[in-house]
């Protein structure tokens, strides 16, 4: 969708805005359109239709036809971040001068109160800054006026939390782009599942959305077309557009805080390796960069898969992985926003599926992180309802209930919920090792049967069991790995192999899609990651 030059005069111009620092030749080419926008409303254009297509008003004749293009996520139904300053931006043009900074204001207008920014103009693009404001159902409108008349308006606009929704297909997974025609639900059902199983659709219009479409060409933040140009709330036969993943996520949210609108920017997007989403990546250049300054509540992230299918790819998945999370704090302006991703489920199809899993997991203790805090991975091993056959296996609700888990104690400045986490192995005297784990995250140790029936919900992923743990497995200096008997011992496991005398490495579901009938939880009933560690002395 392009970008919609806002004029007193006209309705619009095939204008895109770009955000300047990001490519200033845009930014130069969108001002010329805005002034031959000016020109052509002088020349005696169409006036404006809506509120939310065109502004209201008009400038009078000494301060000359001004006009406004602002992003286009900038629309109606959209959600901005509660407690956290708001910043909105925009490019400006004015048809017989210079434009005064001082005669732009930004207001937002709501709950028996007006609230005005402090704006600042650089480069004909304008900055306002306005105060942080609480959570609220109650819609605000949004106002750009230019001297004592309206350039650019919103009727509706919510405060609330704002999640951006990113990675590829597991995040974008959605009704209609997935199961929305026979032959689509035929390519991801395959045999493992029926329309029948998959979860209901939210129906809560205080959750709001906009979805970024499939090009990154000639536009900053392209909105898909089924936008309509406008967020949409997740309701009806709106919410097939939204993955099932953020409005599963979303919905347990709302459970907990019903006054609270919830904003998911969807930009995942389906076979793409992360090598697009990082600097330099085309959906870094289109999708994410030009939110730089909007403030949000977190990013949920699930992606991996495409980095699976080649070995250099999987190796080198932790240093993506790592610079991606330093530059969108940066581009948020939070170095320590919430950064919530899921560790890839089971599925076989790709050859190194276990190696972008431990990418995943040493990611969460990278020394080139600038900060480790409110850092959560979600591990998915046992989640799949017994569909890992399929790319796109059920238990999206299992994933969002242990997100949302993680969001919960971040907001409350607790201790993040994981499963346990391996830390070291050592090499005892009698010839076993000793797994020990990372702090907080080995409580309750216990073997349990992980549930892969259509049935399994959120509430019953697993069953206490006799049965020992499995899959463990050990080798020597040969690297010839042997299955390995484990027993808990409080807080740690101790692995014994009769056929390897110098264990000198361990791993644990070490495989793109393991088959164990026993794992290893602790006291929250939570799993432990898959792991390979080089044991010590």
């Avoid at 890992?388 to 971040?410: F, T």
């Avoid at 390897?500 to 990651?529: F, K, M, T």
């Amino acid at each position: 969708m392009p970008y919609t030059a806002r004029t007193t005069r006209i309705s619009s111009a095939p204008a895109r805005t770009p955000h300047l620092p990001h490519d200033c030749r845009r930014a130069l080419a969108l001002l010329l359109a805005l002034c031959l926008a000016v020109c052509a409303g002088a020349c005696g254009a169409a006036s404006g239709t809506s509120a939310t297509a065109a502004p209201t008003g008009g400038t009078n004749s000494a301060q000359g036809t001004v006009s406004v293009a602002m992003q286009p996520y900038v629309a109606e139904q959209m959600v901005l971040q509660r407690d956290a300053p708001i910043t909105l931006s925009g490019l400006i043009a004015r048809q017989d001068g210079e434009v005064d900074a001082s005669a732009i204001t930004v207001t937002l207008t709501g709950d028996g109160t007006r609230r005005a920014g402090k704006t600042t103009v650089k480069d004909n693009r304008f900055t306002a800054t306005l105060d942080a404001l609480p959570a609220s159902e109650t819609p605000y409108e949004l106002t750009v006026a230019y001297g004592d008349q309206t350039v650019f308006h919103l009727n509706t606009v919510y405060i609330g939390d704002v999640f951006v929704a990113s990675g590829q297909s597991n995040m974008e997974l959605n009704y209609q782009q997935y199961y929305g025609t026979a032959d689509r639900a035929r390519r991801n059902l395959g045999s493992a599942f029926t329309l029948s199983d998959l979860p209901a659709l939210v129906d809560d219009p205080g959750i709001h959305f906009i979805r970024a479409a499939h090009t990154t060409e000639g536009a900053d933040f392209p909105v898909d077309s089924v936008m309509d140009g406008q967020w949409k709330p997740c309701t009806g036969t709106d919410a097939q557009y939204l993955g099932y993943l953020p409005q599963l996520f979303a919905q347990r949210l709302r459970a907990d805080e019903p006054h609270v609108p919830i904003g998911i920017i969807q930009t995942a997007w389906g076979g793409t390796p992360i090598r697009d989403h990082v600097p330099g990546g085309r959906i870094y250049k289109n999708h994410i960069a030009p939110l730089r300054g909007m403030r949000i509540a977190g990013v949920i992230w699930y992606q991996g898969c495409n980095d699976a299918w080649q070995l250099q790819n999987a190796l080198d998945y932790e240093a993506r992985f790592s610079t991606l999370i330093n530059d969108y704090r940066t581009v948020f302006e939070d170095p320590q926003m919430p950064f919530l991703y899921v560790q890839l489920a089971r599925w076989g199809g790709a050859q190194y599926t276990q190696y972008v899993r431990q990418a995943q997991l040493d990611t969460l203790t990278d020394p080139n992180l600038k900060n480790t805090a409110n850092l959560a991975m979600t591990v998915t091993i046992d989640t799949d309802k017994g569909t890992s056959s399929v790319i796109h296996p059920l238990g999206k609700d299992i994933i969002a209930a242990r997100m949302a888990s993680q969001w919960r104690a971040i907001r409350a400045h607790k201790a993040i919920p994981s499963g346990p986490l391996a830390a070291a192995a050592r090499r005892t005297g009698d010839g076993t090792v000793q797994l020990t784990f990372q702090s907080d995250t080995a409580q309750g140790l216990r073997a349990m049967k992980p549930d892969y029936s259509l049935s399994a919900s959120a509430d019953a992923v697993a069953t206490a069991t006799s049965q020992p743990v499995e899959g463990f497995e050990v080798a020597d200096s040969s690297g010839e790995f042997h299955k390995a008997t484990a027993s808990i011992n409080g807080d740690t496991v101790i692995l014994r192999c009769p056929q390897v005398r110098a264990i000198s490495q361990v791993r644990y579901l070490w495989a793109g899609e393991p088959h164990s009938d026993s794992l290893l939880y602790n006291a929250s009933a939570l799993p432990a990651s898959p792991f390979i560690l080089a044991v010590s002395r």
